[in-house]
């Protein structure tokens, strides 16, 4: 089809009302009260995927971020949200506004009541409402907060689409109390009563396109009669570290020795206690997800480190130590990356160099500010097999590919330490006998593996159980090899319940601790208001695993404590 396909440029305004903000919009004798107006545009956006200051305001772009399933299927949309910048705090109605131009194909401004959760392959949306131009239409969707029967295919509660006379018209979108009001150009298109929509006083935007671009030209919220509005920025900000905490007592032991968790920036900038249990025990990060080929290269050639860099930021202002998660991986890899051809040689050839600049991009812009690095994660078989899965940098690279990926790590970054990442490698066997054997094979032909992570998951007791003996000899057998071990995703089920969950936990750590091979622990997560799990009948189900439950420490953390003599 010839001919260039002319973008549809309106300038749309938006607006939705429902209590917040702050700055005085003056008053009129109807209005005795001054309005409370804040210029969002001029807030801070720097760790937003796709959103960048442009011309005094903000232009907008397509990421294209999905989260895939285990499988490497699926692909549940992820679009940005603005979670190290600015949101705002509510006390009664609100109002926002914002002009679009330059609509090249859709234009989407969604408020949210909380930031999604996201988990390693779903994420669940939380209540709010989004916007959609498309056209000469406009999509709804209001989000109620209440449990999906499909979490990665997530229904609204309302789902609308109106066709408008004027797309360049004003949009107003008003919430006051319950009630939900949208217009264009003065005429009402949808009122509705949706109780329970931002009850948490916290509003939290984010602005997407699916497939083209466009400039937020304004963007301002209003909170009017005297009602409250104003801004904040991360909860993590105010936390410290404890006198007292498993860091520091860990480093009365070992000076040298880092206690970590795997975070996730929606609860650091979220949730006040989240931070502050995290930065007052631990004195190393993980990013759960943000590092991933999906998030940081959702299509070939582009970047999203945003959210990476915004958890980077967190760890250097509180001096905490980064172990970067990670770089060749079966799950998590972006379509683009899954469909990279290898039939030929001249295929091979084209994706091992797209394969290569991807590694050294990633490495290179987080050069320096990691302490270490899984290079490889989670080779081998997923039924717990000792073959190499046979991903795409197996069939471009072959079986020697660990070496290639260590030495383009290398060449970014000489300092980083690399690590390959592993489950089921716990206790001495097949699995464990694999995964030395690649560590050292690799080494043998030009790799730079400092050593193992063993993850140490202890889903299921009489499977997955971890004795002190057992892993003392695990790591006295890398040891031996010239290997350094750390403990990389420590979590442990409380189906037996806590008390043994407790001592398997204070096993692990007190092991690792006591033995020069093994130099940190990190636990898999921070707090039970985040583990979520999808269940074999597609039910979403709250697991119980982490060392806190809603800010409060379980009884694994105060065993934990009396393990480091607490």
Known sequence: MGGIRKAWRPRAVIVLASGILLALAGCTPDNPEPDMVVDLVQQDWRHTPGVTPDGGGLRVAATSRSIVEQDGGGGQPNPPVNLAGTHLVATGDFTLSAAFTDVTADASLTVYDSPPVIADEFRIEPAGVRLTLRGDDLDIAVFDGSRQKSVTNPQPAHDERIRLQDPGAELTVRRSGDKLEVASGGDTVLSQSLPGIFGSGQLWLGLASDGGSFQVSSLTATAHGGASLSTAGPAVEQASQLPDGLQALAARIRPDFRIGAAVALGPLASDADYGRVLVGNFGAITPENAMKAQNVSPQQGTYTFEEADAILAVAESKGMAVHGHTIAFTEAMPRWMQELPAGTEAER???????????????????????????????????????????????????????????????????????????????????????????????????????????????????????AGELTRTLRNFQDAGLHVRISENDVADDDGTDVQAEQYATVLATCLHSSACVSYTTWGVDNRYDWLIDDDGSLQQGHDYLFENGKPTPPYDAMRTALGG
């Not at 690095?373 to 069939?395: A, C, H, K, M, S």
């Open 349 to 467: 050839s084209a994706s091992a160099r797209a394969l290569l600049d991807y590694v050294t991009a990633v490495v290179t812009h987080f050069r320096g500010r990691l302490d270490s690095l899984d290079v490889v994660n989670e080779p081998f078989d997923v039924d717990q097999g000792v073959g190499l899965q046979q991903n795409i940098w197996y069939r471009v690279f072959g079986p020697a590919y660990p070496a290639v990926v260590s030495q383009a790590v290398y060449a970014a970054d000489p300092q980083v330490k690399q690590y390959i990442n592993e489950n089921g490698a716990d206790v001495p066997g097949r699995r464990q006998d694999a995964l030395l054997k690649l560590a050292l094979d690799t080494n043998a032909v030009g790799g730079h593996i400092y050593g193992v992570g063993l993850q140490a998951h202890v889903y299921n007791h009489e499977t997955d159980a971890i004795p």
